[in-house]
């Protein structure tokens, strides 16, 4: 450990031996720190950090301390020749020289946003320090009295488009006594014009709206006119301008071209067609979308009134259909009859069949292998863009652990999957009308799992269909298992692990007999994730589901067999049992290179019914690189059990769960990312079990069970994926209450306390 402690002390004494002034030019400043203070209430000024309309902000500095980013700039030379300063000056960030002029630019740009949001009379006064070569800026921002509406109307000479706005005036975005605010004027202006949108008028835009302001009439304050064109002015030719009114328009006829090519562009010529339901169809060979499909996703109707709205359903409609890589809907005006637009869509198919081989290292709870994949997709199956997947899987892991003589070998992993996805509900009860709001999918999907090990060999058996459909704003996912149906099947126990393990009480036997799942579930995601990276944004999401409860009813009906109290299904068991779980995170923004994301995961599982216990499959586990990060994976908990050696961990697992986290993220240089965590958890059962002592949860002591681990991490960000490596630490660990030494700082041991991770991704 002092060697480690050896190289880290001397990294850190490098990168400050290297002076930040390396670059910065004699007589100039640093900047050191910038900061904006103003007497505007937040919410006046739409809670925005005011810190992104400044032009120059200082370099970043770790915890708000060390500018790594800028010490291993410095550590460049000037020769840009060798590779290693075009390197160093790559991964990091050259000195932020303080500019008198970008001060004044940033003074002028935070006046013009407070002037925005209805502080017309808003001014800024900049306090400039600088001391040793450091420049400290101070950004004073004054709002003084706001200007507010007083009355707003509207005015347009087309008495139909008056009619219209005024019908919708009841979600006006404008109202007395509201701030005003250039921002909410402008939504007002696109507000309309996509209403007049969805009414017909395909050729208005937000351009033809003016607004006319009087700020006479009060102090401080404004009446407002809008006024909107009647009139359009069109160019015809180079140097000729038509005027003509505003007009509804309304679908002539649809178009789809369904083999359309990018690259080549819309041609007819040597194309055929068909016609159904009204709908003219151009393709090329073969038409590889059903007519039936091509008009359904399409929601722009022949004969109805030009809908803005329509078009980017349609647009939705078809961007998330498998079999089509790129969608265009373009309107041209009749050439026949006045105020109709023909539409045509252009759809360019994809590939529709794809083969994939994947080797792949493994790492199941430590112990390591590979394994290689080898796929089949087929993303058009019936020509209705439905996707077939089938994968064969095989797996070898070689147990490295330090566990008993019993555990230490080879195990191998047999699996095939397949799986048939349907763009739409398959379900005959739901009205087209829903159907149409949501973008759906109907699933089935089969498994087949054999896994030969020295002790046992087991087979786990699926299959299922389930519903998943996103809302119109995409926030909200949703899905519905509606038949989950599990079976496993022990062919094979070896003597010495049934005696040795499975006949020693341990609730895990559970796990290793013949046992039936028949289930149903529903969970969804609900995620806010603001178009700007600059505000906060969450992600909640909830499942729930239950197993047994209709053969539990028809057990005593048919008669059926009991085995240890619990009715079988043709000499096997089955479970019954009722199982939750919701999970939260908040990401606060701080800056653009720093954000603290909070985190609380918590699951109950109930067995009931014909089930004393909840199947180990269903049941929860601590510890890991999304849990607490001091453990690995499955070494903690239930409640205070302490395991007396490395073969019970299989038996660290509970029914219910908490986890609480704490996360500060901060870009550091390059690609990568920085973390410190805090991270407190455990998982109790709902039962005392004896070979689970001290594992039973009990709400008047439960917290002084939690375990408690902190760390730091390193994240590489490559764009389309995240690698990450953690470290983490025992704080206070609850298996150790009864020695007297759950707090591990007096007591740290580094070979116990201690856990690396690697994962993919954030950890929530």
């Not at 499959?617 to 001091?630: D, L, T, W, Y």
Request: glycine share 6%; proline share 3%.
């Amino acid at each position: 450990m002092s060697r480690k402690v050896f190289y880290i002390v001397t990294l850190v004494l490098l990168l400050s031996s290297c002076s930040a002034y390396k670059y910065v030019p004699e007589g100039e400043y640093l900047l050191r720190n910038t900061s904006v203070k103003t007497d505007i209430p937040k919410e006046d000024l739409g809670n925005a950090n005011l810190k992104q309309y400044l032009r120059q902000t200082p370099n970043t500095r770790i915890f708000g301390v060390f500018p790594m980013s800028l010490h291993l700039y410095s550590l460049s030379g000037k020769d840009s020749t060798r590779w290693i300063n075009r390197f160093l000056h790559k991964i990091g960030s050259a000195p932020q020289v303080y500019s008198d002029r970008k001060r004044i630019q940033s003074a002028n740009e935070l006046q013009k946003f407070a002037q925005s949001k209805g502080f017309v009379d808003a001014s800024v006064i900049t306090d400039v320090s600088l001391k040793k070569r450091k420049a400290y800026v101070t950004y004073n921002l004054y709002g003084k009295a706001p200007y507010r509406l007083r009355n707003f109307s509207f005015h347009c000479r087309d008495t139909l488009i008056q009619k219209i706005v005024r019908s919708d005036s009841i979600h006006s975005l404008l109202r007395p006594g509201a701030l005003f605010d250039l921002d909410v004027l402008d939504s007002e202006r696109q507000r309309i014009a996509s209403l007049l949108q969805r009414n017909g008028y395909y050729n208005f835009g937000k351009e033809n709206m003016h607004y006319v302001a009087d700020s006479t009439k009060g102090t401080n304050q404004v009446d407002v006119r809008l006024l909107i064109r009647s009139r359009v002015r069109q160019q015809v030719s180079d140097s000729v301008y038509v005027s003509s009114e505003f007009s509804q328009y309304k679908i002539g006829r649809v178009f789809f071209f369904a083999s359309y090519d990018p690259i080549n562009g819309m041609q007819t010529a040597g194309m055929d067609s068909v016609v159904h339901d009204g709908y003219v169809i151009y393709y090329t060979k073969k038409l590889k979308l059903r007519p039936k499909v091509l008009i359904g996703n399409c929601y722009v109707k022949p004969g109805e009134l030009y809908n803005e709205r329509h078009v980017e359903r349609t647009y939705t409609a078809f961007n998330v259909l498998p079999a089509i890589n790129y969608v265009d809907i373009r309107f041209v005006e009749s050439k026949t009859q006045p105020h109709v637009l023909d539409c045509l869509i252009l759809l360019a198919p994809g590939k529709p069949q794809s083969y994939s081989l994947d080797i792949e290292g493994t790492n199941s709870n430590g112990d390591l292998g590979f394994a290689g994949i080898l796929g089949y997709q087929h993303k058009n199956i019936f020509r209705g863009s439905e996707t077939l997947k089938a994968s064969i899987k095989y797996a070898r892991e070689t147990e490295t652990g330090s566990l008993s003589d019993l555990l230490k070998h080879t195990s191998n992993e047999v699996e095939g999957n397949i799986s048939l996805r349907f763009p739409k509900f398959l379900f005959p009860f739901i009205k087209q009308e829903f159907k149409q709001k949501v973008r759906a999918t109907t699933e089935f999907g089969f498994n087949y799992n054999y896994q030969r090990r020295a002790e046992f060999s087991r087979t786990y058996s699926t299959a299922s269909v389930k519903y998943n459909w996103i809302s119109r704003n995409t926030r909200l996912r949703q899905t519905v298992d509606l038949c989950d149906i599990s079976y496993i099947y022990l062919p094979y126990v070896s003597d010495a692990f049934r005696e040795r393990y499975l006949n020693s009480g341990s609730i895990l036997k559970y796990s290793y007999e013949d046992q039936l799942l028949v289930g149903c579930g529903y969970s969804f995601s609900l995620a806010k994730q603001p178009i700007s990276k600059l505000k906060d944004n969450f992600t909640l999401r909830f499942s729930a589901e239950t197993a047994g409860n209709l053969f539990y009813v028809l057990s005593p009906v048919f008669s059926l067999s009991k085995v240890d109290g619990s009715y079988t299904i043709g000499k096997i068991k089955y479970a019954q049992y009722i199982r939750g779980t919701v999970d939260f995170s908040y990401d606060k923004f701080i800056s653009k290179k720093n954000n603290i994301v909070f985190h609380i995961g918590a699951g109950m599982a109930c067995p009931y019914g014909n089930s004393s216990v909840v199947p180990f499959e269903k049941r929860f586990i601590s510890g890991g690189a999304n849990s607490v990060r001091g453990w690995s994976v499955r070494t903690l908990g239930p409640g205070t059990y302490s395991y007396a050696d490395d073969i019970d961990y299989m038996n660290q697992s509970g029914d219910i769960k908490l986890d609480l986290n704490i996360e500060y993220r901060f870009k550091m240089f390059w690609r990568i990312e920085g973390a410190l965590f805090a991270d407190a958890g455990n998982v109790w059962t709902l039962n005392e079990y004896n070979t689970q002592p001290g594992g039973k949860f009990h709400f008047s002591d439960f917290y002084k069970q939690m375990a408690l681990g902190y760390g730091a991490g390193l994240r590489f960000d490559f764009t389309y994926f995240l690698v990450r490596f953690d470290f983490g630490l025992k704080a206070y660990d609850p298996s150790k209450i009864a020695e007297g030494k759950a707090w591990r700082f007096a007591n740290f041991k580094w070979k116990n306390d201690k856990a690396f991770h690697f994962a993919i991704g954030y950890p929530f």
